[in-house]
């Protein structure tokens, strides 16, 4: 949830690490020879399904450089990340998923699993009590949190994404522990269409007509380099002003003020002291002056779409571009 990500500055840095499908093999028959092989065509697709079946035992490594071997499919699944909880719903894993944070409400049969607590510090009794097989963790779970509950003999699947490709690359490895590749496979190759959708719109923008982008996702917090929130604006052919420093930070004002964004883009569920965030944004002092104010160019998206590291990460870049582009998204 959007509220809390203040403890987002914290976080581990450790790249996500993911492993690569099989090649593909082809069968051939002897021109001429009476044969009872199927034709190439069909043992090339017989051979891809063979391929996306997941051979346990299994050893996975996780951002923190843990690494786990599997005898076979988890079937009792608990997630306390609402990003790694969409991911897990979208491979068809509903029957498997016990358990998520008490801030997981996509998709909409999230909210009949059982509470497991917050997503930095998940509920330890309830997650004990669970019996999972795993649990997966998402970049707001704190390292103490995890060390606690590994010492516990919980088995955590931490993750990190700083990039779509992370993303994708976490979907590829939960498909593989799950034995749902090919759910994987086919929920990557649409993400993979929606990055594409957005580089072709986007490409006749020239360097110096790039807009000038401002993020804001909790009160004063903004987003730099290395990050996948800054990965979308980049992505989408916008710059982002905050870019000069690296990770999850609170703002300066003067900076942002000088730095004159074209387009301010928000959280749009974030509320505080009955203000809506564009309404804070807006009466900060000197800001009337910023273009993006100035124009109305002060823009709020889904919040989850926005920032959550998920399957749907793809859909938030798309929104991201069309705030930024409209006219390049009629």
């Given at each position: ?61 996780d951002a923190t450089g843990e690494s786990f071997t599997f005898e076979k499919a988890p079937t009792k699944i608990v ?62 779970l704190s390292e103490d949190a995890v060390k606690k509950l590994r010492d516990m003999g919980i088995t955590i699947f ?153 399957p749907r990460v793809t859909q938030g870049l798309k929104e991201v571009a069309k705030a930024i582009y409209p006219d390049?998204?009629?």
């Amino acid at each position: 949830m959007i509220k809390n990500w203040k403890a987002l500055s914290s976080l581990l840095s450790a790249a996500m690490l993911a492993l690569a499908l099989a090649g593909c093999g082809n069968a051939t028959t002897k021109e001429g020879a009476g044969s009872s092989q199927q034709p190439a065509q069909e043992q090339t697709q017989e051979q891809t399904q063979t391929d996306l079946k997941t051979q346990y035992p299994l050893t996975v490594t996780d951002a923190t450089g843990e690494s786990f071997t599997f005898e076979k499919a988890p079937t009792k699944i608990v997630s306390v990340s609402p990003a790694e909880t969409e991911s897990l719903f979208a491979l068809g894993l509903d029957n498997e998923i016990i358990g998520v944070s008490d801030y997981d409400d996509y998709p909409e049969a999230a909210k009949t699993k059982a509470k497991m607590g917050g997503i930095n510090k998940p509920n330890e009794e309830s997650v004990i009590a669970a019996d999972a097989d795993i649990v997966f963790g998402g970049i707001s779970l704190s390292e103490d949190a995890v060390k606690k509950l590994r010492d516990m003999g919980i088995t955590i699947f931490k993750t990190d994404p700083k990039s779509i490709d992370d993303v994708m690359n976490n979907i590829e490895t939960f498909g593989k522990i799950t034995d749902h590749q090919e759910q994987a496979q086919k929920l990557i190759a649409q993400m993979k269409q929606d990055v594409t959708d957005v580089t072709e719109a986007v490409q006749a923008v020239k360097p110096e007509d790039k807009k000038k982008v401002y993020i804001e996702f909790s009160p004063g917090w903004s987003v730099g380099k290395g990050e996948f929130m800054d990965e979308l604006i980049t992505v989408a052919g916008g710059t982002n002003i905050a870019a000069d420093k690296e990770g999850w930070y609170q703002i300066n004002e003067e900076n942002v003020i000088a730095s004159n964004p074209d387009v301010i883009l928000y959280a749009n569920d974030v509320v505080e002291d009955s203000k809506t965030l564009d309404q804070i944004i807006k009466a900060r002092s000197g800001w009337d002056q910023i273009t993006a104010v100035k124009n109305n160019a002060v823009i709020g998206l889904d919040a989850n779409l926005l920032s959550r590291p998920g399957p749907r990460v793809t859909q938030g870049l798309k929104e991201v571009a069309k705030a930024i582009y409209p006219d390049l998204f009629k």
